[in-house]
């Protein structure tokens, strides 16, 4: 399990996180929401190391993560795909899928995990030796994801998979989301807005201004509460 225990998180003086706990079992799919600069990223950052919690433990699988550098959590399976950060645009859609080889324990591992992965997006299999900057953003985020899913990842986690990506391809990066927690993979996808994951995910953590104020199903969270807890007029903690 990924155990993230009361952390709080500050850029300086600037409070980012205050008191956050959540947990995701191997298998589900948790969607973080919450407006902008609740401290949706300042939280993955910290689970994946790029950012030192000031107070609060974060541990996978009952080893404390919350002290390690980014280099050794990505060895031990966690990976953050972060907004707008996607691929090589020069490099083909193998090379980049390549790069993803760095994170397998075992680099002899890698042509079964490529096959596994182009099962998994077929649409990467039809564009292999093609330019990733010949890929539209949708196929592009795809790619991205692909690329962290070959490493065998315990922990995925995806900030605003959707951002300019055309509307009808966000079903299919979520479909790939959905399809990669069902393959035993924690994931952990942040939105800003609510309507497209939701319906994905197993729980869903409302965050505003550093705080989580409101967790449950995708169901508990009709349009018109989300809005609410947004403005921030309600919160059920
Ligand atoms: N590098 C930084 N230096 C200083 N303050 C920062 C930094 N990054 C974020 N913050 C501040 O921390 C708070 C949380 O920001 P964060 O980016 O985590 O929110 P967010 O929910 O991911 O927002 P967005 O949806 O806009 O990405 C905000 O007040 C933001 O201004």
């Known amino acids: 399990m990924l ?4 952390i709080s998180a500050r850029y300086g003086r600037v409070p980012a996180l205050n008191g956050v706990s959540l947990q995701v079992n191997p298998g589900e799919l948790l969607a973080i929401v919450g407006p902008n600069g609740a401290g949706k990223t300042t939280l993955a950052k ?12 974060i541990s996978l699988d009952g080893q404390r993560i919350s002290n ?3 280099d050794k959590l990505v060895r031990n399976g966690v990976r953050l795909v972060l907004e707008g950060h996607r691929v090589f645009p020069e490099l083909t859609v193998h090379e980049n899928l390549r790069l993803g080889r760095l994170a397998l324990s075992d680099a002899a591992q890698f042509p079964q995990r490529l096959e596994d992965v182009l099962d998994l997006f077929p649409i990467l299999r039809e564009r292999l030796r093609q330019p990733a900057r010949e890929l539209s953003g ?6 991205a994801l692909a690329q962290a899913f070959i490493g065998e990842p315990q922990l995925l986690m995806c900030d605003e998979p959707s951002l300019g990506v055309a509307q009808r391809l966000i079903p299919e990066i ?3 989301l959905r ?11 942040i939105e800003q807005v609510l ?7 197993d729980q869903v953590i409302v965050l505003n201004r550093g705080t989580v104020i409101a967790r449950g199903t995708p169901g508990d969270f009709p349009r018109e509460r989300l809005q609410e807890l947004f403005l921030g007029t309600t919160s059920d903690g």
Request: charged fraction near 15%; charge should be positive.
């Open 195 to 201: 309507t497209p994951p939701l319906s994905i995910a």
């Open 138 to 143: 949708g196929q592009q985020q795809l790619l």
């Open 179 to 189: 399809r990669m927690a069902e393959r035993g993979t924690r994931v952990i996808v």
């Open 46 to 57: 910290c689970i994946a190391g790029f950012v030192t919690p000031t107070h609060g433990t």
């Open 3 to 6: 155990n993230v225990d009361d």
């Open 174 to 176: 979520l479909t790939a």
């Open 68 to 70: 390690q550098r980014p």
